[in-house]
């Protein structure tokens, strides 16, 4: 990298730093950078840069910062909310990650992993699988997500419930500051009292603030047991009763409690080939249960079979399966997975990543279900999700017939229908996926105030130039 | 409270919301507040206000706010490193938030319990046993820390290794900002990324950011089995060794693992009453295990017999008693618990709240024990704490006959060895007590640079005229 890079124009310092690292200019190649795989979103970029190393990062960011030049971090560009990339404005580059993909250490005695951004989630589950540890992190796209954009979102996905979402998951961060500064944060202690949690606040702050390079991560020794249940339940009451249940004969052993829809299995079953209900009749309301245990000989076979049986008798359940072989236990959970892409193969449909205290779950799934099937008849909501966090996504699915761009001229109504509820209920309006383009008008209603006014601060004193990934996360930014 | 506060002078204006609310002004009755419980600082303030309420919180500071008077936040007053005690400077107050003890609500179904800052622990432990649930902070200082405090220190204690840090156990807060401004941040949800972590912020930063008024913390179920072992161990690598065995039996069920030497030991025997080794011999190292299981038939007995015959044919342990009753229980800990009263009357003694990543716990004790004895002939060291989250108390206890004050004239000298070796091996040099007044001098060499810098331009942008707790944690501050 050439000493005299201040010297140079800010496009020609640019090219100077870009092009041995692999700048990217003509335009087909930037395509894909440029649009969110929704493609709900598409904007401009003059250039993507791609440093291999934190210190490459940092001169990039050096660069930029000197001549107010925008920076859209980005990783495995998996965003639901638009985070990651660009609007349309001038003056402004994407800079990915996914060159930084190193394994910098595994301690499998320690049970700490230290990756670098750019390392795809299921990559990070094989290498801790490798040393005989779990990495427990688990979700849909996590076959493109990478560890930056994850910790940058504080992801979530299917294992909250017993591990936390990605926030607790992590013990350290390396960390490149708006003004190129570096901070040196890989490390590996579960007790460290020294001063502000910076940690805390780049995670979760959708690159906002600075970007997460690389990581300390918290490994799990692997389990020696994993139970799966399929549910036929009456009513999202005795979903609900059910997790209690699980939760009262063993907390630590539930991995995973999901909740579905009849109407969202009816949609799995019509449009994903392979697809079958495994129980006698089809119902209401399905849910889907983990149990693992690292304990050898845990026998939670029999814990399940004894929490189902209870259940039966108590009107809490209708109808069960156990995997019997990881295969079974691959379809069971192939039903939940495929939710989101049976709903957009039967039409046009609009997302809604809420939560609320678990307890309300049941209510808010109703109420939300009859005020959006009243605003719009015909339509068809589709909840489904993580009920043992309380996170469910409350998806509506256009009604049949219906032109997809009048039902989806409908998006903000129907958003705004099922934030009241939520709101209501003590809830969040983004539970996993975070805020980015999508959600930042509703920032000043829900965290307005002295909340927002923090918010702007620290941004303000951390990115005063206003450079990181802005638009994003805080409104007006 | 006067409507017309703004119009009074900075006394006149305190004592018009201060006389409803409680305060003291005689010098006898300030005095409790203004030193630390070990002795070490002393300072004064003007006055002592005790707000009764997040809305009284909120105008005192609004009031301070204006007049540039200083707030030292103060809670149950058990810093080990002088955070919530005043330095000597004219212009300051104390808040002490005692009278803001309520339990606001408990949810035994979400598992949740939200209380106001100024609640001990020992009573947040009870309420949610009343409740048929568990909170598992514990520590030492139980019986007079509060939560407030306790969660601005991030407070650990011993059962880190299975259920984290007062962090981990904190969903929302409430804090009042340093202009009298206030978040309410008392959320019930296990996922909502709406923005950035400020609470996570506020967690750890000692009141000097803000002060915790109320907070929304985790409960789990009640533990059915509980098993507590001592073990008398051959080196401080058995020790580790034992750790992982019992971790790879089952990694949920150990809720403490304590180190203890022979030397610490051998003083609790010899200064407090009613203690005896319950084992045939003395040795030089011990462990204090706990194991405990949401689960009923969990089996941890059988669990920890198996571990222990295991350790004992590879030599891992020389003798182990599992604890028979409550009682006994109770005296097993008791050996533990007593280890800094048994060091102060031992002698004058220096503290050393360091960590290390778990796997150099055995190296860190036995390079600092060697190092010390060198420095300092005839000084013994005292090793004892959380050896499952790497988290070592190395306290040193002067020489037999040495001048208490010249062995603490030493007392940097002592924690600059310390340090040195826990840095090499990526340690930190406060794990659990925090910053505090005692160790702001080691931020610029350990957390300088571009973590500094951030943390400085955060608390400037909070606490722009720098009266929120001056003078802790940060260098200068």
Redesign the interface.
Known sequence: MPDDLHALSPLDALRAILGPAGLLTAPEDLAPYLSDWRGLYTGEAMALLRPASTEEVSACVALCAKHGIAIIPQGGNTSMVGGATPESRPGQVILSLARMNRVREV?A??M?MTVEAGLVLTRAQEVAAEHGCLFPLSLGAEGSAMIGGLLS??A?GNT??RY??A??LMLGLEVV?PDG?????L????????????R??F???EGT?GIITAAVLRL??APRETVTALCAVPSEDAALSLF?RF???????VRAFEYMSGTGMGMVFATIEGTALPLSNPVNHYVLVDLT????GAGLRT?AETVLEAALIEGEIEDAILAESEAQRASLWRLREEHPEAQKRTGANVKNDV?????HVPEMIRRCSEALREMIPGSRPVPFG?LG???IHMNLVQPEGMEPSAFLARSHDIMDCVNAIVRDL??????????GRL?TD??EE??G???????R??????DPRGIMNPGK??PGG
Do not use: C, Q
Not at 247 to 253: L, N, P, T, V, W
Not at 426 to 435: D, I, K, L, N, Q
Not at 457 to 462: F, G, H, N, R, T
């Open positions: 301690d005695l320690d700490t979102t504080n979530g909250t419930v936390g979402n926030r607790e500051l500064g570096i901070i040196h944060g490390r590996r202690l579960r007790k460290d009292n020294t001063g502000y949690a910076l805390h606040l995670v979760g702050a603030l799990f020794p209690r939760r009262a004969a063993d907390e630590g052993a245990a690292s304990r050898e814990l939560s609320v205290p678990v307890s993580h966090d309380g996170n003590g809830g969040s309006f983004s539970a996993e996926h975070g805020v959600k509703m920032m829900w965290r105030g002295a909340e927002l006014a923090a918010m601060a620290i941004k303000a004193a951390l996360v805080l």
